[in-house]
């Protein structure tokens, strides 16, 4: 049976908030879907509910309650009859979805889904307690690492630049941020030229919303504003007033090289090469909380109900990484992507690639051998944020609306996956 050409009709998303101390704090997770999901359905009227065969839930966070998630589909007035599913690849976890329900399109399977994310962490330090802490190393495992290390020359196909000896040797199961500072060290990145790299994300991002680029994307909410106390904790019991949440909460226009340059060093990273410590607040994503849809169909049916899709879906590839380099896993998801669209790196106008770190991003694009100028032209997650789950979607539907609107014809979507992974979709506009 020959595969069948799958399309984006649109995508949407709440602004994204601080995690843990921010404008969502007093929403719950499920509401928020179901009204970004009713947006979704309102703004696209041609599709009904009824056509919708399946809902996929991107969520990077096994803690939540999956009863919740699966109550999305059903406070946003889909039928009984539309199936759940549930995907966890971390940070890719709504890409993921999206993909799936891509796979199941392309083979027949049903003509149209509605692949969700989102991400609300729990506990008074949220995913901060996560990504801060260096994992012990167990020295009866070295013969183990020993094993990994060799293996690792593998990865030097993918790999202009040797992974240092030092590297090799490291814990395997470093935290986010010390992955970080291992690919800094790799590349000899400097702390300005990280920070230099945040400036401009963070000025990209507040010209875009200056010019109102984010506004068919970004959903306005009303929202309750949580209340908190003199520790900044939400006080549960206490109501706001309603307000209307539609801009990213972590956008800072001034951010520039000199505030960021003040910063000090995330706490508890090490330097396994003896160098200095680059990793801050200011050059990785931060936490947040926010839900993102979109609405994936056969191309098809998209020509028969006349619709006007914004991109077909002609790639995707997921990659793995030695855990301790991380934030290299586009380098191995991408090739894989580029190979599978049967295009090359030269032939993509536009690039949506998560800033989950500057420093991946900048070592990435040194690895693809292209500049900057075709990358996050309207900023990236370092300011609009990143909600573990909900990322992978607004990727993708991020970059076919600049498509569509540059009248470029190829775009990518990529980022890196905690644990080790990359993941990478390619698209095509249908201007």
């Known amino acids: 049976m020959e595969a069948r050409n799958v399309v984006i009709v649109d995508g949407c998303r709440s602004a994204f908030s601080r995690g843990g101390k921010g404008k969502l704090e007093a929403t719950r997770m ?237 706490k508890e990273i090490v330097s396994y090469g003896g160098q200095e410590l680059r990793i801050t607040a200011g050059n990785s994503c931060p936490t947040n909380y926010g839900a993102t849809a979109s609405l994936i169909m056969s191309e098809e049916m998209a020509i028969k109900m006349r619709l006007e899709p914004l991109a077909r879906i002609i790639g995707w590839g997921n990659g793995g990484v030695k855990q301790q380099i991380m934030g290299m896993g586009p380098v191995v998801s991408t090739k894989k992507a580029l190979k599978h669209a049967g295009i090359t790196i030269d032939q993509v106008d536009r690039i949506e690639f998560n800033e989950a770190f500057a420093c991946q991003v900048i070592a990435s694009l040194k690895e693809f051998g292209i500049s900057e100028e075709k990358v996050n032209v309207n900023g990236g997650s370092l300011g609009i944020g990143h909600p573990i789950g909900a990322t992978g979607n607004r990727l993708v539907f991020t970059v076919a609306k600049e498509l569509r609107r540059s009248g470029k014809r190829y775009g990518m979507a990529t980022q890196c996956i905690g644990g080790g992974q990359g993941a990478t979709t390619i698209i095509e506009a249908l201007n």
Request: hydrophobic content about 35%; charged content about 25%; proline content about 6%.
């Open 30 to 266: 499920d509401e928020l879907g179901a009204k970004i999901v009713q947006a979704l359905l309102a703004r696209n009227p041609k599709v009904k509910p009824t056509m919708i065969a399946e809902f996929g839930i991107g969520n990077g966070r096994r803690a939540q309650d999956l009863s919740s998630l699966n109550f999305i589909s059903r406070l946003a007035g889909l039928p009984y009859e539309v199936t759940n599913f549930y995907t966890d690849r971390h940070c890719a976890s709504s890409m993921e979805a999206l993909l799936r329900i891509a796979m199941a399109i392309s083979l027949g399977q049903y003509e149209c889904g509605i692949s969700f994310g989102v991400e609300r962490q729990f506990g008074p330090r949220g995913f901060s307690e996560n990504t801060t802490r260096v994992g012990n190393f167990n020295p009866r495992t070295l013969e183990k690492n020993k094993i990994q290390r060799d293996m690792a020359h593998d990865h030097f196909e993918y790999f202009s630049t040797p992974i240092p000896d030092f590297l090799l040797d490291s814990p395997p199961n470093a935290s986010m941020v010390q992955t970080a500072q291992n690919v800094v060290e790799m590349y000899n990145m400097t702390r300005q030229e990280l920070d230099a790299f945040s400036e401009r994300s963070h000025k990209k991002l507040a010209a875009a919303y200056d010019k109102g680029i984010y506004k068919d994307e970004v959903i306005p909410l009303e929202i309750e504003e949580p209340v908190f106390d003199d520790k900044k904790q939400w006080v549960e019991d206490a109501h706001g007033k309603m307000i209307t949440f539609d801009r990213d909460e972590c956008l800072r226009p001034d951010t520039n090289v000199a505030s960021l340059a003040k910063l000090p060093p995330v």
